[in-house]
């Protein structure tokens, strides 16, 4: 474990390979720019296509609690069905292609059960269609304008791999459906890793270091003084009792859940929206610190050090997959907010179901100068 986690200390070297190669914001009157965007589709092009990884969150799940004392909804089984076009033949298997590990997360969901008996956490019918879409987005871009990848799912050109929780690992078969309209020649491997190891989502289990940082930070939030305030007038708003543990987070999950599969909200939450909203990102900055290197270095540095290593393995031709195209990493909120600060593109906006951040390695055919070009919900 503490191998894993020194791979924290390469953020730096990460931060300023991909500062030599980023572009992380709109970019469209600069050529370079623009002839990479074209590059696939357009062979005199000097720029190539080299590799794509694609970071994204699950799609719209059941919340993982309901915010007490207030107006229940029925959170039934018919919300979970999966949609026909989603369906693929796939195995969950370790990194090593052996039987899926033990999943306590996603253990610790189903010991509770929420109103209309489903689990929380859950991923919905809602959630497989915005995989699915996203998987067409990818698709449009590099199978049907580019010919980056085959038509057809093939595991020597994707690799697919996914935090050990069901939501997540559902989330990459839509997405893989999506991607590839059901074609498969070979079964889609969905690859997972136990708990301790997970570098899919800040591990505060598996790094002391990060749990002793960051749990403290985690109970103070909601304490700061303008949130405290903010959220003691919430919860007499919305009549919560004073014992009852709540904060902003919690709020928010419930509620977007609830407007994303149509279901009634309290209607005093209608004039709290956009305070909510704030004050949610105003805590996950507080836990995060996007100002202190150190703490985003055990958040996402392994996960960063994975994502540049895929990079130089293509750049140097010493992969062992040397016909892999395509990296898909099935994942958090929690993943992409300390990812989008590490990188310095954090909008200050909790990122939607679906959401992405799409690396692509271009690489020029006479020089071989590399350029990663970064983009977060289909933006540049």
């Known amino acids: 474990m503490r191998n894993l986690w020194t791979k924290a200390g390469v953020f730096s070297s990460v931060s300023l390979a991909f500062g030599s190669m980023l ?79 033990p999943a306590p997360v996603e253990d610790s969901y189903r010991r509770n059960i929420l109103t209309g008996g489903t689990f929380p956490g859950q991923l919905t019918t809602v959630g497989m269609q915005q995989l699915y879409e996203l998987g067409r987005r990818l698709r449009r871009r590099y199978t049907e304008e580019s010919h980056f990848l085959s038509s057809t799912f093939s595991p020597a050109e994707v690799y697919v791999r996914s935090t050990n929780i069901v939501r997540t690992i559902e ?35 598996g790094c002391k270091l990060l749990k002793i940082l960051g749990s403290h930070r985690w109970a103070e939030s909601s304490t700061l003084p303008d949130i405290a305030a903010d959220l003691q007038s919430i919860q007499n708003a919305l009549g919560i009792a004073a014992h009852q543990h709540i904060d902003f987070i919690l709020i928010r999950d419930d509620m977007v859940a609830r407007e994303t599969h149509g279901l009634p909200c309290p209607p005093v939450l209608d004039t709290w929206r956009n305070k909510v909203e704030q004050r949610a990102v105003d805590m996950i900055c507080h836990v995060y610190q996007p100002s202190q290197r150190e703490n985003l270095q055990l958040c996402v540095g392994p996960l960063l050090h994975t994502l540049l290593a895929n990079i130089e393995e293509k750049l140097q031709g010493t992969s062992s997959e040397p016909n892999r195209k395509l990296f898909l990493y099935s994942a958090h909120d929690t993943t992409l907010i300390p990812c989008l600060m590490a990188l ?11 959401a ?21 919900i289909g933006q540049v």
């Not at 989330?171 to 079964?187: D, N, P, R």
């Not at 310095?344 to 679906?354: K, L, Q």
């Not at 690489?363 to 977060?376: D, E, L, M, P």
Request: net charge negative; with cysteine.
């Open 344 to 354: 310095g593109i954090f909008d200050m906006r909790w990122p939607p179901y679906a």
């Open 23 to 101: 572009w992380s914001q709109k970019t469209e009157s600069d050529p370079v720019a623009s002839t990479c965007s074209s590059a696939d589709t357009n062979l005199s092009s000097p720029y190539e296509l080299k590799l794509v990884q694609v970071l994204f969150r699950h799609g719209a799940r059941t919340p993982l609690k309901s915010i007490p004392d207030v107006m229940e909804v029925q959170w039934v089984p018919t919300l979970l069905e999966p949609p026909p076009h989603t369906n693929i033949n796939y195995v969950v298997t370790d990194l090593h292609g052996g039987p899926k590990p």
């Open 171 to 205: 989330s990459a078969k839509c997405l893989v459906a999506g991607l590839f309209q059901q074609k498969q020649k070979e079964i889609v491997p969905i690859l997972t890793t136990e708990a301790e190891s997970e570098i899919l989502y800040p591990n505060y289990h």
């Open 356 to 376: 992405d951040i799409t690396l692509e390695l271009h690489q020029h055919r006479q020089t071989n100068k590399a350029f990663v070009k970064v983009s977060y």
